[in-house]
């Protein structure tokens, strides 16, 4: 094995293959390898300049070298294993299990490397990365996935992109370290008890990212910092916004709005969701029922609210736009079978926001029909993108196989509009309400919702291992439907206690948005027509006083709640902005040395300041919430309490138990 030195890199050859490790960043290294001639130009995730740094250094000896920038160190001996430390402790190691290493205690007959690629026929390398596992290790991040578990040791996640399944394959570890798998396609990673396995389906090279420190804050600002961190989240968002599946006809929304307004109750954003449009990829109003969009933004701008607009990316066929963008090479191809990857309200395929002519194509239609109406951001759906059928070996985009990037179309989808909106001038003002993220999406200004879940206890439970998963994943601005998105029946009084108790846990949340689907689905469409935007079905109504006086009162008095506390979660915000830190907390991340605090899952922190207990029971009316050490006050009643305790908390319908630090 020789090694040798590439600037500030160390590299080495082991027959076919090529290591490179380099320092990048604050603390962190990246490491790559290869068994094609050179590396790929792809930085993917690491796409922010990165300065030369003066802690960096390299060591080569006879038997192995090492590599170290500030307190990360890599050491790799005369196989090739590398095992890295955190100021002088071993933290991450590769899984080694072959007899090509006779005086390693690993050494084993099993023919297990730490680095196993098996070529694809025709094509390039299925690769797997395996570690040690460590005992008493948790895990963390990794971007939004439908269970209720926060630690992640143990589970098996699938990287790749579903409808409320957001794959940001950033890890955060107890033992003081964060890891980036910077690949962009689609695999798994399985952390086990006895190993830690990292597969690709398809990749030209390894690609991953580590950096060490001394709590998590300091892991999230490192990989922020290389990643990039959300713009300046816009103002007068902070507040309530509306929402439903869906709003029909331009005097709807208006309608919606003059209420609120003849109610004296502060409207920040009203949504206009899906099939306001005539066939999907007119990305365009249905002037029937939408006959002045100019008139009705300038009408809500008036009244102190911004307007939001869905937008698809999928193209039916029968879409006055279809025939140019296929011509042209605008959308996602399909390797075999019906050329189709979308199926919903039309045969359909999806534009393909790899291919940067395509990006400017959707930007160029979006201005035309929606952003010179005065419409101020988009609500980017769809964004995995939602296929028909998740058959990913079938599709394939201008970079490359979906089963070798697809990961990041969202983060792509996101660009169109950031770059589009920077065009006009639009340099703080940017924000796009988005489906689904990879790593680096915070820095075009996406806001995650997590997507269509069940109007649950259980999946509201869920959503708060989500969102705070999704902000250890450097993704700081998140929201969920409240409520959850699929209703059955509107008028079921279990749902409406969901209602209230998700109304009051995103309270505390970075973004407070009424939607869903309000069942059951029986209001007439308002046209016949197998198009355009009278002939899909719509929910019921979903505004404060959609659900009778007693919950009315209770949102409304949670809404001045949220409304007193603008000025805290617009601090927290910049903080995002500046540092990477999530406005979702884990109570770990507070409070790194409670050892109690790794263990509590069922409540968090809302920045610095806010503990809070959501209920995630029907009928529940107390809940038992823990206090680490400080002095803590009740929102409910004043009451100072002395920390380092579980304290028993009363909850009854109108609010859940709430302290603020002090």
Request: glycine residues 8%; charged residues 25%.
């Amino acid at each position: 094995m020789r090694f040798w030195k590439e600037e500030q890199s160390l590299v080495w050859k082991h027959g076919y293959e090529t290591v490179m490790v380099t320092p990048w960043g604050k603390n962190a290294l990246r490491v790559r390898a290869t068994k094609y001639p050179k590396f790929t130009e792809h930085d993917w995730a690491l796409e922010e300049p990165v300065p030369v740094s003066d802690d960096a250094s390299v060591e080569i000896g006879d038997g192995g070298a090492a590599v170290t920038n500030g307190r990360l160190c890599l050491k790799v001996d005369g196989s090739g294993i590398m095992t890295f430390y955190r100021d002088g402790k071993k933290i991450l190691k590769e899984y080694h299990r072959d007899y090509d290493q006779p005086s390693c205690r690993e050494s084993r007959c099993l023919k297990i490397r730490g680095r196993e690629y098996k070529a694809i026929v025709g094509g390039d390398y299925a690769l797997k990365v395996r570690f040690e596992s460590n005992d008493g290790e948790k895990i963390y991040g990794m971007g939004q996935y439908q269970q209720p578990y926060l630690d992640l040791k143990g589970c098996t996640l699938e990287l790749a992109q579903r409808n409320s399944q957001v794959s940001v394959p950033f890890a955060v570890s107890s033992l003081g370290y964060g890891f980036l798998w910077n690949h962009p396609g689609v695999g798994s990673v399985v952390f086990g008890k006895n190993y830690t396995e990292w597969e690709a389906k398809a990749a030209k090279q390894m690609d991953y990212w580590i950096t060490a420190d001394e709590n998590p804050a300091k892991l999230l600002e490192n990989y922020t910092e290389v990643t990039g961190r959300a713009p300046a989240f816009p103002e007068g968002l902070l507040g309530l916004w509306q929402c439903k599946l869906r709003y029909r006809t331009q005097e709807e929304v208006l309608g919606v709005a003059r209420k609120y307004k003849e109610l004296n109750i502060p409207l920040d954003v009203i949504v206009i969701d899906f099939f306001h449009w005539t066939r999907q990829g007119d990305w365009k109003f249905d002037k029937e029922y939408w006959p002045d969009p100019k008139a009705m933004c300038d009408e809500l701008h008036a009244m102190g609210t911004k307007v939001v607009v869905s937008v698809w990316p999928s193209v039916d066929k029968k879409s006055e736009n279809f025939w140019e963008m296929s011509e042209r090479g605008l959308l996602i191809q399909t390797e075999r079978g019906s050329n189709q990857t979308y199926d919903f309200q039309g045969d359909c395929l999806e534009i393909d926001v790899t291919n940067p002519e395509a990006r400017a194509y959707l930007w160029e239609k979006c201005k035309k029909n929606y952003y010179d109406y005065g419409i101020d951001m988009f609500w980017l759906d769809n964004a995995e993108p939602d296929y028909g059928v998740y058959d990913f070996d079938n599709y394939r985009y201008q970079l490359g196989s979906a089963l070798e990037v697809s990961s990041i179309y969202p983060k792509l989808y996101a660009k169109t509009f950031y770059d589009g909106l920077k065009a006009e001038g639009r340099d703080e003002e940017i924000l796009h309400l988005i489906r689904c993220g990879w790593a680096g999406s915070q820095k075009y200004g996406a806001l995650l919702w997590s997507g269509d879940v069940p109007s649950t206890f259980e999946s509201m439970r869920d959503q708060l291992a989500a969102g705070l998963n999704m902000g250890l994943a450097g993704i700081p601005w998140w929201t969920t439907d409240i409520g959850g998105f699929m209703t059955d029946d509107v008028k079921d009084e279990a749902f409406r206690e969901l209602l209230l108790r998700w109304f009051e846990f995103a309270v505390f949340s970075p973004v407070l948005r009424m939607h869903g689907d309000r069942g059951p689905h029986d209001i007439p469409p308002l046209s016949d027509k197998e198009w355009g935007g009278g002939s899909l079905y719509t929910g019921h109504e979903n505004e404060l006083w959609s659900y009778g006086e007693e919950a009315f009162a209770i949102m409304k008095k949670q809404l001045e709640l949220r409304l007193s506390i603008k000025p805290y979660v617009a601090e927290l915000m910049q903080e995002a902005s500046d540092t990477g830190a999530p406005l979702l907390r884990t109570m770990f991340y507070e409070f790194p040395q409670d050892a109690h605090c790794w263990e509590t899952e069922d409540q968090y922190m809302f920045g610095d300041k806010y503990l809070v207990a959501p209920v995630f029971a029907l009928g529940q009316r107390e809940r038992e919430v823990y206090l680490p050490a400080g002095n803590w006050r009740s929102l409910a009643d004043g009451q100072l309490c002395e920390g380092g305790r579980t304290v028993l908390c009363s909850a009854p319908l109108e609010r859940i138990p709430v302290f603020e630090r002090v």
